[in-house]
C-alpha cells in the first residue's frame, strides 16, 4: 500500500514536472523566437533561458512540489544550481544543433525543444532529491 502510494506521488509529480516543462518551454520558445531577429539565435537563448528557469522554478514550487521551507530567494538558487546539469544538457543540446544543423539554425525553436527534452530528465531528479526534497504536495 506504501509503495503504490510513493509510486502515485512519483508519478504525479513527474507529471506536473513535465506540463511545468511544457509551459518553460513556450515561455523559452517564444521568447527565442521573438528575440532571434534582433540578437541572433545564440544571445536569444542567453536571455530567454533564465527568464524560462526561473517561470519554471515558480510553477514547480507552487504546482509540483510546494515550497521546500527555504525562504523563496534562497530555493530560488538551490534549485538554479541544482538543475545545473539540465541546464548544460538542454543548452549543449541546443548549440550543437543549430551549428549542425541548418533546419535548427533557421527555426531555433527545433533546437530549443530537443534541450528541453535532454534536461528533463536530470533536471526532475536534481529538483526532487535537492531542493524540494522534504515536500508534499497534491500536484498539478
Known amino acids: 500500500m506504501r509503495e503504490e502510494r510513493i509510486g502515485r506521488a512519483f508519478i504525479g509529480q513527474l507529471w506536473c514536472f513535465s506540463l ?3 509551459a518553460a ?5 517564444g521568447l527565442v523566437e521573438t528575440l532571434v531577429p534582433f540578437a541572433g539565435p545564440v544571445r536569444s537563448q542567453m536571455i530567454a533561458f533564465p527568464l524560462a528557469a526561473t517561470a519554471a522554478w515558480w510553477m ?7 515550497a521546500s521551507g527555504l525562504a523563496p530567494h534562497r530555493e530560488w538558487l538551490q534549485y538554479v544550481l541544482a538543475n545545473s546539469a ?3 544538457l538542454n543548452n549543449a543540446t541546443y548549440l550543437v544543433l543549430i551549428f549542425n544543423l541548418s533546419l535548427a539554425y533557421t527555426h531555433p525553436v527545433i533546437a530549443v ?4 527534452i535532454a ?3 536530470a533536471n526532475f ?4 532529491r535537492m531542493v524540494f526534497k522534504k515536500t508534499e504536495k497534491n500536484w498539478c
Open 20 to 22: 511545468v516543462g511544457v
Open 25 to 29: 518551454f513556450v515561455i523559452n520558445a
Open 60 to 66: 514547480n514550487r507552487h504546482y509540483t512540489f510546494g
Open 86 to 88: 539540465g541546464w548544460l
Open 113 to 116: 525543444a530537443a534541450g528541453s
Open 119 to 121: 534536461g528533463l530528465a
Open 125 to 128: 531528479f536534481l529538483s526532487r
